[in-house]
């Protein structure tokens, strides 16, 4: 039964024992000695026993095996004093305090030699009146590692830091590339109406100068006397009747062409505010979807018929400007998946607390294999330069920004759909 | 007479092509009327032309469906002998002059144009004095083929259209 209490027991308290006691129960303290002293030898941590004169009493295999380490160069000397295994290991101080508080820890950091060192943590402790027990724990690896994650965590640190501001500068220059892409369309959809516009004030000024010979013709007419028949020669050598009938027309259809490029230009606008965060407000999802169809009406038209089916929906709280990029990737990639012709559906409703955009296209499909990637950044498959493979990226940040979710499904030759759901109200 | 094909998938573009082409002065067409005929489909306008030749045909670039390059080539196909011109807005100049090469283009203009350049360079392609419209169709395609301009670019990236005939 003694095993295992005298275990508990401390060696003080073991020798006491073996003081007192007659000579079975010292015998019994010798095997309880041996006991632990396999023990403590068997302890992978340095362990040793010495007096107020630092003479070693004690030391476990570990610890020889740390004398060695400390000094390599005294391999072949007994090293029975502490104090001689490295002049750093055991300072002063730390003993002075060991005696005052009856143990100290601590790490020391000790040179062993062509620049490398060793980080080991102390412990002392006051074991007899002049015996003073010492473990040691080389702990070089860990703080090592330690020091190593610290640093590692600081570069991912930097490192996300700067890829935060990647992002955004990407995003920016994503929609700047949109931009800079739709900008050739753009371009020829204002110069269509331009071009009509400005040739019929041409026109226009032809038939004022008509209108003026015509006066100055009644005019001299008038003064000479001239009757109906002479007025009516008059009017049709200048075919003032086509001029009198096409002046409406040639107006309508100028005041149409300046309404479009009006309407362009505002549409851009809307487009190209950079958001800030005030900028959340209550809109309507279909006026953004108008807005950025009428963008790229110009990319879609020459391929696509458009169908909408526009439910009854609520004020949606968002970054309009945001969701019409998101609505112009998805449309744009719709657009690209049909080859020849097709059509392109554009459905809303209310599913519960959100609304859901459907945008599908009876273009070429995405194979199983491609679905799982197509909202990874970069990941395109058109042809160099055509594609950056950011658009349906950063559509899937913009509505994660939203609380919302975007979601695709397609069979292969058959066509895509891209549904977006996004909550009416943000959650508080 | 002169018949004029104007293709444009904007109706607007149609009425103000017209009403350009109308302030032409017969007299610099020797006294000649002109006839325009105009579509906003590509397709009708090449079905129109399998019963009808032309004499000048004017396309925009960008259409629906089929656009002037591949127009022109099926308009080529039909009637080779016919001048051929565009005029569009597309910005793109790379297009234009892969466009131009490629369909032998006697003229580009580009959006918005000025009414007199336009009349002007109809005037020239039709050639009235030439006894153009008198001569064999065989002899007006060697006469349409002579004109084949060139496209480059200038030092302002300019589009320049050269004769090969020394002006
Ligand atoms: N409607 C669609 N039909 C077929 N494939 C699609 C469709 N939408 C996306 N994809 C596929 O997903 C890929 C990634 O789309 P994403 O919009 O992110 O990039 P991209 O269109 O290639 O380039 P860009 O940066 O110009 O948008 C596309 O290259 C395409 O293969
Ligand atoms: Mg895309």
Redesign the interface.
Known sequence: MSTAIALHAPIEAASRAARSAPAADAARADAMEATLRALVDAVPTATLLFDADQQVRYANPAARVLARLCAPDKADRPLAVVGDWHPELLNSGALHLCSMHGSWSGEVILGVGRGQHKILLLHLSRVGADLFGMTVRDITQDSMRESELHARNAELEVAYAKLQGAQEQVMQSEKLASIGQL??GV??????????????L??LQ?YISQLFSAIQSYEAALAGGAGATEAESIRRKLDLDFLVG?VP??LS?SR??IDRVCKIVRDLKDFARKERSEDWIKADIHRGLDSTLNIIWNEL???AQIVKTFGELPPVECLPSELNQVFMNVLMNAGQAIRD?GIITVTTSVAGERVRVDIGDDGEGIPPDVLPRVFDPFFTTKPVGSGTGLGLAISYGIVSKHHGTIEVSSTPGQGTLLRIELPIAQPR | MYRILLVDD?P??L???R??LA?IDVGELDGEALKVEAFTSPEQALERSEEQDFDLVVSDY????M?GVEFLSAMMELQPAVPRMIC?????RDAIIAAVNEVQLARFI???????E?AAAVVALLRPGSARARAPKALRAQAASARITRVEQDDDGAIVLRSDDPA
Do not use: F
């Open positions: 900008a050739a371009a020829h959809e204002i110069n269509n109406p331009i071009g009509y516009v400005n040739s019929n041409s026109t032809r096409d027309q040639l259809e149409e062409g038209k020459y391929k012709q | 904007e607007n573009i009425s103000a092509l009403r350009c302030s960008r259409m629906p469906g656009d569009s807005g597309y910005a793109d580009g959006k918005p144009w000025v009414d007199e336009l």
